[in-house]
């Protein structure tokens, strides 16, 4: 079955930087990538997504970028916040009713 | 407004006796998910439900069972708790297939003693 990878499990920068979480995953079927933020304490709420259609899509502060040949997908986060500190959660779905979650990544945005 | 609920959110109970765990959505979604939640371990998939009576089997089935009789409902059954279920547990709904956001509930926190 698919296997998802999220390569950092923390992430410390500074406000204003920018940040980067990069995730792989292994099965070449996989054709949809959403982002999930957790705040401390609380649930998962959906961020973005991105589709095998496309290698780059932006909302806001938020990019995420596919490369299909590699089996790569990263969230970068542009001039960072304090409210931007959480665990990100990298996932992938065949669309075979299974999404395939990652280990999440502790973001923390320092003053 | 699109929302999951789960109830209890806070529960302690003793090994050996019963737990249920409910879950609701206001979205009409077909598609139901149960997760666990430890420290370091990321999110764990226990049941997925493609409709009413109709669920199958996630990563850690063992120790628990579903029950989805209405599609707005889905139930986790813990029949006789042991103390390594103790966890945050998270419910979600997605319309289809897996291929569109999950909405998650705000989670319950169960401690087994």
């Known amino acids: 079955g698919e296997k998802v990878e999220q390569h950092e499990s923390t992430l410390s920068v500074r406000e204003g930087d920018s940040a980067v979480i990069n995730c792989t995953y292994t099965?070449?079927?996989?054709?949809?990538f959403p982002w999930y933020k957790q705040e401390a304490g609380k649930s998962l709420h959906f961020v973005i997504d991105?589709?095998?259609?496309?290698d780059r899509k932006q909302s806001q502060r938020l990019i995420v970028l596919l490369d299909k040949k590699a089996k790569r997908f990263s969230l970068h986060i542009t001039a960072t916040q304090p409210e931007d500190s959480a665990i990100y959660f990298c996932?992938?779905?065949?669309?075979?009713?299974?999404?395939?979650f990652g280990d999440g990544t502790q973001l923390v945005v320092k003053p | 407004d699109m929302k999951v609920t789960q109830m209890p959110r806070y529960l302690i109970k003793r090994m050996g006796e019963n737990v249920l765990l409910e879950c609701g959505q206001d979205?009409?979604?077909?598609?139901m998910y149960w997760y666990r939640q430890d420290p370091g371990l990321g999110l764990q998939l226990i049941y997925i439900?493609?409709?009413?009576?109709?669920?199958s089997e996630g990563d850690i089935p063992k120790g628990y069972r579903v029950s989805r009789k209405k599609r707005e409902h889905f139930s986790l059954i813990l029949d006789s708790a042991k103390t390594n279920q103790t966890s945050v547990y998270f419910c979600?709904?997605?319309?289809?297939?897996?291929?569109?956001?999950?909405?998650f509930g705000p989670g319950t926190r169960l401690t087994v003693l």
């Open positions: 979205m009409s979604h077909e598609t």
């Open positions: 979600a709904s997605t319309r289809d297939w897996g291929t569109y956001e999950q909405y």
């Open positions: 099965d070449t079927a996989s054709s949809y």
């Open positions: 439900s493609y409709d009413v009576d109709s669920n």
């Open positions: 996932a992938a779905s065949n669309s075979n009713n299974r999404i395939f």
């Open positions: 991105i589709r095998s259609n496309v």
